[in-house]
């Protein structure tokens, strides 16, 4: 049931992003600082660690699945601003953005209870950051204008929940640590490309408040 809470929470901070974003827009630079030293300080003290100490219990090429998120995600935006003109990169990146952000919000559900399975303190661990990453919906493309669209969209983690919970429940270990690690790529690549404030952009104070923050939740949780 707490999985489904996440899924429907996910979806409505999906769903609302671009007005959260607007009605704060004063403000996003700060939340976007903040984000992105929630989602950097997870990343390396918690879910890297863990996905480390599994796959080396199982099968370290699944190393190679977090090189695969992170250099996949790279072509696809590379590729669109490379061959294509003005008008027509800017639809497609939006089109590969829409799939992609589909793709990767489904995975993230079934992840949520994969985690919230292995404990609850995993499971919001890794809620969390995912969830402030996507209100701020940080990509550089416009949203979908088309209701039907963005609501599909937005409850992309909520299926992919309710596919892991209902569906697919004897998912096999291999099988989450490689979603695992392409979410970790994926996560790198994003939170680095398009949720750190490039150049003179950013309030360093907030990164650091979001690292310290995440650090001591992660330390009091864990029982570091």
Same mark, same amino acid.
């Given at each position: ?118 404990? *609850?303190?995993?499971? !919001?661990? $890794?809620? @969390?950051?995912?969830? %402030? &990453?996507?209100? =701020?919906?940080? /990509? ?60 003179? *952009?950013?309030?360093? !104070?907030? $990164?650091? @408040?979001?690292?310290? %923050? &995440?650090?001591? =939740?992660?330390? /009091?949780?864990?029982?570091?």
């Amino acid at each position: 049931m707490n999985t489904i809470i996440f899924g429907i929470l996910m979806a409505i901070a999906i769903y609302f992003s671009e007005k959260f974003t607007t009605k704060f827009s004063e403000h996003h630079v700060r939340m976007l600082s903040l984000s992105a030293g929630i989602s950097i300080t997870y990343i390396f003290l918690d879910l890297f660690p863990q996905f480390n100490a599994s796959v080396i219990a199982t099968d370290q090429r699944l190393f190679l699945s977090v090189l695969v998120g992170f250099v996949l995600l790279h072509l696809v935006e590379k590729h669109i601003y490379q061959h294509t003109s003005k008008d027509v990169r800017k639809r497609e990146l939006a089109l590969a953005d829409s799939s992609i952000s589909f793709i990767y919000h489904f995975i993230i559900g079934m992840l949520i209870v994969y985690l919230t399975n292995q404990s *609850a303190v995993s499971g !919001v661990l $890794f809620f @969390l950051p995912i969830l %402030f &990453y996507s209100t =701020l919906s940080t /990509l550089p493309v416009d949203p979908t204008s088309d209701t039907t669209v963005r609501l599909i969209l937005s409850s992309s983690t909520l299926l992919g929940i309710l596919f892991a919970t209902y569906l697919a429940t004897d998912i096999s270990p291999v099988v989450n640590f490689s979603l695992l690690g392409l979410v970790i790529g994926v996560l790198l690549y994003t939170t680095i490309r398009h949720g750190i404030p490039q150049g003179k *952009a950013g309030k360093p !104070v907030y $990164f650091v @408040l979001g690292v310290m %923050f &995440y650090a001591l =939740l992660i330390f /009091l949780t864990r029982g570091f």
